[in-house]
């Protein structure tokens, strides 16, 4: 699966592609399983909403995580 996350407020912040979200610039940054996001340590970082499709939306409380600008 290819898509995008979005914040709570719309704004496009990574790339999903399979398991894995990289950061708009391609750097390899998370892991996803089902709806938990973990750093490439393994350690939960947070959660996407329950949506289905390509394009994902950012749990209000993981937006700290995942800044409009900058790779981290």
Do not use: W
């Not at 749990?59 to 900058?70: L, V």
């Amino acid at each position: 699966m290819l898509g995008n996350i979005f914040n709570s407020k719309g704004t496009r912040v990574r790339v999903v592609d399979g398991a894995t979200i990289f950061s708009l610039n391609g750097q390899e940054l998370y892991h996803l399983n089902g709806i938990n996001i973990y750093r490439l340590s393994g350690e939960l970082v947070g959660h996407l909403n329950g949506a289905h499709g390509s394009d994902k939306r950012l749990d209000r409380s993981s937006d700290k995580q995942f800044p409009a600008r900058g790779s981290s």
